[in-house]
């Protein structure tokens, strides 16, 4: 497993942190794989009744590594290999069990994704939630086109996915993504403490509330699969690749 991605089990909460400070935490392919199988792994495992996912060094994550995108956008097309980030996002939308975010900083494009599949948000008042795809010439992912606007209305989704606009954790409280606003530094005890609440509770009734409660598998993949046509078909046109090309070479600069 990659140094990047910390998996660590304390009673019966999985804990997946985000490591890769150097970057802020951008997402590696490697690390998306590395999710993806701690997620899945807990699905089996009857010891374990909650995960929690955070990022350290005050930043949640940057999103998608762009010279993994990059390669993703310069490498024909496997309709058979679906990307790492796809990977990740099936875990998350096939996962069954209560699912918490503890943010402290900013989620940017899949950061922000994948705190709207999760059942309770903490994020400190440092926080910052955006999806810029769109300044990219991209569109939403990860089913994110349906979540957001069943959560925060369409005004406040199209604000977000269309205009590309940040939202502070209290506007993201506001609008009904985020739980609860905490100091910096305080949101991962604050998300383990939810997680032992969590925990204490009967597993089947919780498992069944929490179905109850999430739009139906199957919707969540079909809209997943509707983005991720329109996604890939524009990550490969000429002007999406030279604009990746232009981040890198300004970024070793």
């Given at each position: 497993?990659?140094?990047?991605?910390?998996?660590?089990?304390?009673?019966?909460?999985?804990?997946?942190?985000?490591?890769?400070?150097?970057?802020?935490?951008?997402?590696?392919?490697?690390?998306?794989?590395?999710?993806?199988?701690?997620?899945?792994?807990?699905?089996?495992?009857?010891?374990?009744?909650?995960?929690?996912?955070?990022?350290?060094?005050?930043?949640?994550?940057?999103?998608?590594?762009?010279?993994?995108?990059?390669?993703?956008?310069?490498t024909?097309?496997?309709?058979?290999?679906?990307?790492?980030?796809?990977?990740?996002?099936?875990?998350?939308?096939n996962?069954?069990?209560?699912?918490?975010?503890?943010?402290?900083?900013?989620?940017?494009?899949?950061?922000?994704?994948?705190?709207?599949?999760?059942?309770?948000?903490?994020?400190?008042?440092?926080?910052?939630?955006?999806?810029?795809?769109?300044?990219?010439?991209?569109?939403?992912?990860?089913?994110?086109?349906?979540?957001?606007?069943?959560?925060?209305?369409?005004?406040?989704?199209?604000?977000?996915?269309?205009?590309?606009?940040s939202?502070s954790?209290?506007?993201?409280?506001?609008?009904?993504?985020?739980?609860?606003?905490v100091?910096?530094?305080?949101?991962?005890?604050?998300?383990?403490?939810?997680?032992?609440?969590?925990?204490?509770?009967?597993?089947?009734?919780?498992?069944?509330?929490?179905?109850?409660?999430?739009?139906?598998?199957?919707d969540?993949?079909?809209?997943?699969?509707?983005?991720?046509?329109?996604?890939?078909?524009?990550?490969?046109?000429?002007?999406?690749?030279?604009?990746?090309?232009?981040?890198?070479?300004?970024?070793?600069?």
């Amino acid at each position: 497993m990659p140094s990047h991605i910390i998996v660590t089990d304390e009673g019966a909460t999985r804990t997946i942190v985000m490591r890769r400070p150097e970057k802020r935490n951008a997402i590696t392919h490697e690390m998306f794989v590395a999710m993806s199988e701690a997620i899945d792994s807990a699905q089996s495992n009857q010891a374990i009744r909650c995960l929690i996912l955070t990022g350290r060094s005050g930043v949640f994550s940057a999103g998608d590594d762009i010279a993994d995108v990059l390669e993703d956008a310069t490498t024909e097309h496997d309709p058979g290999k679906p990307r790492k980030a796809v990977i990740f996002l099936r875990s998350l939308i096939n996962n069954k069990k209560p699912i918490i975010a503890a943010v402290d900083g900013a989620a940017v494009g899949m950061g922000a994704t994948m705190v709207f599949h999760c059942d309770y948000v903490i994020a400190t008042t440092t926080s910052s939630f955006s999806s810029p795809l769109i300044k990219y010439g991209l569109v939403p992912e990860g089913a994110s086109s349906l979540l957001l606007p069943r959560m925060a209305g369409h005004q406040q989704a199209f604000s977000m996915l269309v205009l590309g606009r940040s939202m502070s954790a209290e506007d993201a409280r506001q609008a009904g993504f985020v739980n609860v606003v905490v100091p910096p530094g305080h949101a991962l005890s604050e998300a383990h403490k939810v997680a032992r609440e969590v925990c204490e509770l009967p597993p089947d009734a919780v498992a069944m509330s929490r179905k109850l409660l999430k739009l139906p598998t199957e919707d969540l993949l079909r809209r997943m699969e509707q983005e991720e046509h329109l996604f890939g078909d524009r990550l490969r046109l000429p002007p999406m690749v030279a604009a990746f090309k232009r981040f890198l070479t300004r970024n070793e600069e």
